[in-house]
């Protein structure tokens, strides 16, 4: 089946360190990969998105590769912020016949102190 | 382009009544998918509707249906409201057609309590 796994959290970083969030993934077909955040009391916004391998998703300074031959969707960012403080999730969409289905890795909580 | 509408954005439910959300979606969007969110299980899909049919479903009870009208908007309806059906549940929506997986767009949200 589709599964998506995360590195568990909670993650605690000082503002400006270096961020990686690890994702890797299971699927049947080729599946498109995602990274959601959400911010408390909010519903998901996505960050940025891969689909195809090698792609590379980009947006806000975050970074994320589509690896076929590793099955991860790493996501990255070269200094955090504070603002970045929210809980990341890593997701993967195969469907067929346009059906759309997103399945969910647990959520990373990622903290960036000042 | 206005986002994904959910209404209400929060609901305080008894055990055994039912419950109806709303969800519009992003103008010309005509596929919205269904999604609850709790601290145990995590984001778990719950149906896709796309012009007015459910083309997929996940793994929850018959208490759980959804509908679709002719304007894309949605509903979803929770029967016989259980304790465990506490949780956010949100609504995403795409211009996928038939074929093609797009990518999906996030309401805020509705919070359901089940007392």
């Known amino acids: 089946g589709n599964s998506v796994t995360q590195m568990e959290g909670p993650v605690t970083l000082s503002e400006e360190a270096f961020l990686t969030i690890n994702c890797t993934y299971t699927?049947?077909?080729?599946?498109?990969l995602f990274w959601y955040v959400q911010y408390p009391g909010e519903g998901l916004q996505l960050l940025l998105k891969?689909?195809?391998?090698?792609d590379k998703g980009s947006n806000k300074g975050f970074e994320a590769t589509y690896r076929k031959e590793t099955t991860s969707f790493h996501l990255e960012k070269g200094s955090v912020q504070v603002s970045d403080s929210a809980v990341y999730f890593c997701?993967?969409?195969?469907?067929?016949?346009?059906?759309?289905?997103?399945?969910f890795g647990q959520g990373t909580r990622l903290t960036i102190n000042p | 382009k206005a986002g994904v509408t959910q209404t209400p954005r929060y609901l305080i439910k008894t055990r055994g009544q039912q419950v109806t959300l709303s969800c519009s979606p992003i103008s010309g969007h005509r596929s919205v998918s269904w999604y609850q969110q709790t601290p145990g299980q995590g984001l778990q899909f719950l149906f896709e509707y796309f012009s007015e049919t459910q083309r997929n479903k996940g793994n929850f009870p018959g208490r759980f249906s959804g509908r679709q009208f002719s304007n894309s908007r949605s509903e979803m309806n929770v029967s016989t409201l259980e304790l465990g059906d506490s949780a956010l549940y949100l609504c995403?929506?795409?211009?996928?057609?038939?074929?093609?997986?797009?990518?999906?767009?996030f309401g805020p949200g509705t919070r359901l309590l089940v007392l």
């Open positions: 699927a049947t077909g080729y599946p498109s």
């Open positions: 891969a689909t195809k391998a090698d």
């Open positions: 997701a993967l969409s195969v469907g067929g016949g346009g059906a759309q289905k997103l399945v």
């Open positions: 995403a929506s795409s211009s996928a057609g038939t074929g093609r997986l797009e990518t999906q767009y």
